[in-house]
């Protein structure tokens, strides 16, 4: 790429709007008692409701009318209300509302993916869950029979919606369709047993729920390839919608994806400079595949994952990096076997609220090595758990991560903030952690340097590929070689990675994209506070406003810099991807 020319590009963005209630606020309004107040926490209380107990659709094309329509409707009332009546965080509040709610309706009545997708349809998740979750016997039967009861219908309206013909697609939902029949047959036929007084009920609405799952998985294989073939990608247009409605972003897809190449070709250099540092005569692939035959004993990764959590939260305390002022804890534990089959590491899950000793504990569930694999599987399995990865991803998950991320929003005053959040944000402050650490000297050595900076390198290419794939800048094939020949991916992994773009389009950019926002807002906050910059403080303060889109969260920092009885004038966010 010619030098100047992405600061040529950006130089011609558009600003979003301005904050035009932070300029003036009229006496009384502060109090926010007001009718624009009262219609603002009303529409807050339902996005909350709705975001915590969503009830179970049978995926009629009717149930996805309905919910846009309620959308479309929540949108309409969102955007009567008088903004110039409202406080500044009440103002914030508005913005991430509407960016919400743009996102759905972006989803539902644009994207469309239960117009294309098969897997919308194979609702599996929740009967592992009843089966697998804690809890009484008879609580997790009723469960299970409401899912077994609604199946069937979800997968008729699935033959009934489904208007296109995805090769990928179809391809990945037979795969699923024959998972879900293996769990029907299996799990739910033996979890039935276990519950004698409803079992009868359970085998009946089972035997129901595989009838159809048989006849989706004809439909499948025989039908669904008779109708127009498709494309996955969403779309130029789509996606800038979302870049710039739900997202909040003021630059486009073309734009987007010129700042990931510059970017992905940054990292690279940096991966040579940190190579030849290491050994001059190795490139910097093949010290990668060292790092990664590095790793513990198999039976102790449940260990070792603890002991990096804890010393990432010793770094974080000691160093003074980010206040942490509630009791809390993480504890790595194995996955649950129901969930080990969604993905091949594992997964975080946060505290919703304390514990009966008052203690907010985090679990990081981690699929375990077992025994009886192939030679194979074991080998994979371990050097996508090396040392590097394990303590790079500490502080991406634990400290100061998901885990006190999570504790700063669980904790925040304004409902909306506390109920929904974004991955630009929460995903760009898992990965700044990684950067953080490596700043602030937590790495033991280079060699886990440039682990973590080809871990970055990932999460530079997800950007690369998540607007190629979806705007037609890269085919399927393009994408899978980026992440497997200049990333170092297997070439199953890579399709995999992939794969889960199609489901969710642009939620994976948020790693880098956030990332590279955070240490701009980090840059501008230190140079405004000047003498009074803390690390400390910066932290506090910006996890303290939310998990919202960047915009927004720049809007709620700098106000923290000046006296907000005051509410003094903040300036519009007009910057392109990490400046």
Request: proline share 5%.
């Amino acid at each position: 790429m010619p030098a100047g020319k992405c600061s040529q590009q950006f130089s011609r963005l558009r600003l979003l709007p301005p904050l035009a209630v932070l300029l003036v606020v009229l006496p009384g309004i502060a109090s926010g008692d007001n009718d624009a107040s009262t219609a603002l926490d009303a529409i807050v209380d339902e996005l909350a409701a709705e975001r915590s107990s969503r009830q179970a659709s049978d995926l009629s094309r009717q149930s996805f009318d309905n919910e846009l329509g309620g959308i479309q409707g929540l949108l309409a009332r969102l955007r009567r209300i008088d903004r110039d009546a409202l406080t500044p965080d009440e103002d914030i509040d508005w913005r991430f509302a509407e960016s919400i709610l743009r996102g759905k309706e972006i989803q539902l009545g644009g994207i469309e993916a239960w117009k294309r997708d098969p897997r919308v349809y194979m609702q599996f998740r929740p009967i592992g869950r009843a089966i697998g979750r804690p809890g009484d016997l008879a609580g997790k039967a009723e469960e299970l029979i409401g899912v077994l009861r609604l199946l069937p219908a979800q997968l008729e309206n699935g033959r009934k919606n489904l208007e296109e013909y995805i090769p990928r697609f179809q391809e990945l939902s037979v795969f699923m369709a024959e998972g879900g029949l293996t769990m029907l047959n299996g799990e739910v036929v033996e979890f039935a047993g276990r519950v004698p007084d409803q079992r009868a009920v359970i085998l009946e609405l089972n035997d129901q729920a595989i009838a159809a799952l048989e006849g989706f998985h004809d439909f499948l294989e025989n039908e669904l390839p008779e109708k127009p073939e498709g494309s996955w990608a969403i779309g130029k247009e789509l996606y800038n919608q979302a870049l710039s409605d739900q997202y909040l972003l003021p630059y486009d897809a073309d734009e987007l994806y010129e700042f990931a190449v510059e970017k992905f070709d940054e990292t690279v250099r940096e991966l040579e400079d940190v190579a030849r540092r290491i050994d001059p005569d190795k490139t910097w692939q093949a010290l990668a595949v060292e790092v990664k035959n590095d790793y513990p004993s198999p039976h102790s990764m449940i260990e070792v994952h603890q002991q990096w959590v804890d010393r990432s939260r010793e770094h974080i305390l000691d160093n003074g990096l980010v206040p942490i002022p509630w009791p809390e804890t993480v504890t790595v534990v194995p996955r649950a076997e129901y969930l080990r089959k969604y993905s091949y590491y594992g997964n975080f899950s946060s505290a919703k609220e304390a514990n009966e000793e008052g203690v907010f504990a985090s679990e990081w569930m981690i699929n375990p090595f077992e025994d009886q694999w192939d030679e194979r599987t074991k080998q994979e399995y371990l050097v996508e758990h090396d040392y590097g990865v394990i303590i790079v991803t500490a502080p991406h998950e634990a400290y100061a991560g998901h885990h006190v991320q999570s504790l700063y929003q669980l904790h925040n005053p304004r409902k909306l903030r506390r109920a929904y959040g974004i991955p630009i944000f929460s995903e760009g402050w898992g990965l700044y952690n990684e950067q953080l650490m490596r700043e602030t000297g937590f790495f033991p050595d280079e060699r886990i340097v440039l682990r973590a900076l080809q871990l970055r390198l990932w999460r530079n290419a997800r950007v690369v590929w998540d607007v190629g794939i979806h705007t037609g800048k890269m085919s399927y094939e393009e994408a899978i070689d980026l992440l497997s020949e200049r990333v170092g991916f297997l070439r199953w992994a890579a399709q995999l990675e992939i794969d889960g773009s199609a489901q969710n389009p642009i939620y994976r950019i948020g790693y880098f994209l956030g990332m590279s926002e955070i240490l701009d807002m980090r840059e501008e906050y230190r140079q405004r506070a000047g003498d009074d910059f803390t690390l400390s403080l910066f932290h506090k303060n910006l996890l303290e406003v939310g998990n919202m889109p960047i915009a927004l969260m720049r809007d709620g920092l700098m106000l923290t810099l000046e006296e907000r009885a005051s509410r003094a004038a903040v300036q519009p966010y007009s910057g392109k991807p990490g400046r």
